[in-house]
């Protein structure tokens, strides 16, 4: 049985830094890509980064770029995101899933559909 478990949320201030943990089980990491995605209240989820199952691609929102990183350890079933800088739009629930279908065009990588997604993990960022 496939499972996701995120952690590392938390209150921070604007500037500070955040390391979300993203625990699997149930499969074999190393075959699957995997993503991160967020929702704010009352907007919709929004993909912030994928990580290739090779961890040689990954894939960054614009809203995130430069700040945010995503790794993995295979032999650990761990995926982490790295958040830096972090800004009060950052606020929202961040969630982690196995991608389904990942692309790579004229050099860019990118992921498109996502098995379930985990239960979350809240970010607050806020003076």
């Known amino acids: 049985q496939v499972q996701l478990v995120e952690s590392g949320g938390g209150l921070v201030q604007p500037g500070g830094s955040l390391r979300l943990s993203c625990a699997l089980s149930?499969?074999?990491?190393?075959?699957?890509?995997i993503g991160w995605s967020r929702q704010a209240p009352g907007r919709e989820r929004e993909v912030v980064s994928c990580?290739?199952?090779?961890?040689?691609?990954?894939y960054y929102a614009d809203s995130v770029k430069g700040r945010f990183t995503t790794s993995r350890d295979n032999a650990k079933m761990l995926v982490y995101l790295q958040m830096n800088n972090l800004k009060p739009e950052d606020t929202a629930v961040y969630y982690c899933a196995i991608v389904l279908r990942d692309t790579y065009y004229d050099g860019t990588y990118s992921c498109r559909d996502f098995g379930s997604w985990g239960q979350g993990t809240q970010v607050t960022v806020s003076s």
């Open positions: 990580i290739s199952s090779s961890e040689r691609s990954t």
């Open positions: 149930g499969f074999t990491l190393g075959n699957y890509a």
